[in-house]
């Protein structure tokens, strides 16, 4: 049987979508990740945002299209969040965030499990990228007041050292880099006794190198970051949630930190990592949010000079604490979200041009015909002419040339 597994949510979600490829294969059925005719259809959904939501709904339309007699199978965050609204569309089954593996056999009908309250084991997926991710974490306890995710996710739970490391290890043996990646990472080891510099430790002698995929701002320790530095196999690539750059909103956001603090620790990754690039989230027009401290926001994030900034219109999530307060209108909402989105390309530009003529490590991960792209590990995107002598998953040394698309031209040193 041809199964099409297709994620339309994060880097967890894509770790759990490869463990299910892997269980499908081992029961001997064809697996592809991607839109295409298949006999049956895993779509692993997402809520973050309404729009996400919205998506999810669309993808079963879509599918159908490919194959209206195909059996679909929706899991993830927008089936626990509001399965009735996958009901009555030919949805053959209907889970939510526990027990993501049971669909592998292939069930019927609407699952009713309860969240985890301890870290689900899967398979390890199967190889196939240059860059492969690495789920350590699932679940949040921070309760942010604009996010449904914990309500969904459940509680913060942690994969075990042990069980990390072998996963790393097998992961290495094809892929250059490995994304590590969690709900909320940062609270990585807090209901097992350990910390996220525990871990760094333990994969130091990983024969790969590690980048985290989202960060806290209060995990940034000297401790944490002497750790990185000395494993020799973390990049200097941080990406730091902001979500905004006035205290007030952080305030009402339920974020447990002051723009001060967080200042604080984008020196101190600066002071062990001079080369690092530090991204980050920003959420613009959040409920009751003025203009004036919308300004404060757009200065904050200027003088912070991030590599690069995702710009994210609120969102309201019903079942939150900020559901209820007044949105913005959607005229303010939209020049906002101009005019952050200036600042971040501005920030971009500045960054990329910095690192002009400078010779960085690169992972090389599939090509467009014309060029070998890939990224360095401070995180910019490069493209090696085709003319050079490169293969897709090799690390190469290359210098930056000059600003080209959402990168770097570069040549191999």
């Known amino acids: 049987m041809k199964i099409a597994i297709i994620n339309l949510g994060c880097k967890v979600n894509q770790c759990e979508c490869d463990a299910i490829a892997a269980r499908f294969q081992e029961q001997g059925h064809t697996v592809i990740q991607e839109m295409a005719a298949a006999d049956c259809y895993v779509i692993n959904t997402c809520a973050v945002t ?8 669309q993808c079963v339309a879509r599918v159908r299209k490919y194959n209206p007699m195909s059996r679909v ?30 669909v592998c056999d292939l069930p019927e009908g609407q699952a009713d499990i ?4 301890q870290y689900e084991t899967m398979p390890f997926g199967k190889g196939t990228r240059a860059r492969e ?31 990390i490391l072998v996963e790393c290890n097998l992961r290495a043996l094809t892929a250059h880099e490995i994304v590590l990646t969690g709900i909320d990472a940062a609270s990585y080891g807090k209901d097992i006794g350990r910390d996220l510099t525990d871990l760094v430790r333990t994969l130091s002698h990983v024969p790969a190198r590690f980048r985290f995929g989202s960060l806290e701002a209060g995990v940034i320790t000297p401790k ?3 750790a990185m530095k000395t494993s020799g196999n ?13 205290d007030e909103t952080l305030r009402r956001m339920n974020r447990h930190y002051t723009t001060g603090e967080y200042a604080e620790k984008v020196s101190l990754i600066r002071e062990y990592f001079p ?8 959420i613009v027009g959040f409920a009751t949010e003025t203009s004036e401290q919308f300004e404060h926001s757009l200065e904050f994030v200027r ?13 309201r999530r019903q079942g939150t604490r900020a559901y209820s307060l007044p949105p913005i209108a959607a005229d303010e909402m939209a020049r906002r979200v101009k005019a952050m989105t200036e600042v971040k390309n501005e920030l971009f530009d500045n960054f990329i041009h910095s690192f002009i003529g400078y010779e960085l490590q690169a992972v090389t991960e599939h090509t467009d015909g014309m060029y070998m792209q890939g990224h360095t590990d401070n995180y910019i995107k490069v493209y090696i002419p085709m003319h050079q002598t490169c293969k897709p998953n090799d690390v190469y040394t290359v210098r930056c040339l000059s600003p080209y698309q959402d990168g770097m031209l570069a040549e191999i040193v």
């Open 50 to 57: 309404q729009e996400a939501e919205k998506k999810s709904r």
């Open 73 to 102: 199978y929706v899991i993830g965050c927008a089936a626990q969040n509001n399965p009735a609204q996958f009901a009555g569309k030919d949805v053959t089954y209907i889970g939510g965030n526990a027990a993501k593996m049971a």
């Open 114 to 117: 309860p969240l985890p309250t």
């Open 133 to 163: 991710n690495v789920k350590i974490q699932d679940g949040c306890n921070n309760f942010c007041s604009y996010c449904i995710v914990p309500y969904l996710r459940g509680r913060s739970r942690s994969r075990s050292l042990e069980d």
């Open 224 to 226: 944490f970051l002497r």
């Open 234 to 246: 973390f990049c200097p690539h941080f990406h730091l949630s902001l979500q905004a750059g006035d």
């Open 275 to 282: 080369l690092a690039a530090i991204t980050t989230d920003v």
């Open 303 to 315: 003088q912070m000079q991030f590599a690069n900034v995702h710009v994210f219109p609120y969102s």
